[in-house]
């Protein structure tokens, strides 16, 4: 008897019950599986068991790749704020990076 799982069954589990679903298989991913925390047994029993995590990642609609360009681009003008001393737009700049970093972060899941 075979139990199939999802990414997002597997994520509801709590470390104990996935140490007990680890137990049951046989793979290399899991060798050590008593000594890994929820984050890690999460990826072993995906990998051990064939589940795609990356599809289940990344949140629809946002697009990565511009955020982090809008980063790059808002800390070269923080280095410029910095050297003019406009300490306004300077604090304007930071709360913009911060908005960005906080949208990428919240685009995993």
């Given at each position: 008897m075979t139990v199939t799982y999802t990414f997002k069954e597997l994520k509801h589990?709590?470390?104990a019950e996935l140490?007990?679903?680890a137990k049951g298989i046989q793979h290399e991913a899991?060798?050590?599986y008593t000594q890994m925390n929820k984050e890690h047994l999460i990826k072993a029993i995906c990998t051990a068991l064939n589940?795609?995590?990356h599809e289940h990642l990344?949140?629809?609609g946002i697009n990565r790749t511009a955020l982090k360009v809008r980063i790059r681009q808002l800390k070269a003008q923080r280095t410029e704020a910095?050297?003019?001393k406009d300490y306004e737009a300077l604090k304007a700049i930071r709360l913009s990076i911060?908005?960005?970093k906080?949208?990428?972060r919240k685009s995993v899941i």
């Open positions: 589990k709590t470390a140490k007990e679903i899991l060798q050590g589940i795609h995590v990344e949140k629809q910095l050297a003019k911060k908005r960005c906080r949208r990428l």
